[in-house]
């Protein structure tokens, strides 16, 4: 389709993977030595901002994006159990991550839908 189109779908695949890494903080609340992770979102989409390679041997080309290589243990201060989840704080993380996810999807939605109005126009 088109490179909006494509960022908006890398958008939706982050913030899915943050869903799931922040469902797995929230699930080992209680589980000593547990440390926080989160998905590096600024880190994934600087990646989808630079010059994108056309050529798969060019410099700097990868295969693919991996979302798991933005994920990172969080460096807050942890409990007497050294296990640092603070769930007002993953509550906070997901409510953020779910506006980020329908945004994203209310935009691929706009975005077929003027897909089909011009299809439809072009006929």
Do not use: C
């Not at 209310?106 to 077929?112: E, H, R, S």
């Amino acid at each position: 389709m088109d490179s909006g189109f494509n960022m908006l779908h890398k958008i939706v695949q982050a913030a899915n993977a943050r869903q799931k890494v922040i469902s797995s903080n929230i699930a080992n609340a209680d589980t000593p030595g547990y440390k926080a992770k989160d998905v590096q979102f600024k880190n994934l989409m600087g990646k989808q901002m630079k010059m994108k390679t056309t050529n798969p041997n060019h410099i700097g080309a990868k295969s693919k994006d991996d979302v798991s290589m933005n994920i990172v243990s969080e460096p807050t201060a942890s409990w007497g159990d050294k296990n640092n989840v603070e769930i007002n704080i993953e509550v906070s993380k997901m409510t953020e991550n779910s506006l980020v996810h329908n945004t994203a999807i209310t935009m691929l939605g706009t975005k077929i839908r003027m897909f089909k109005a011009a299809i439809k126009a072009g006929r």
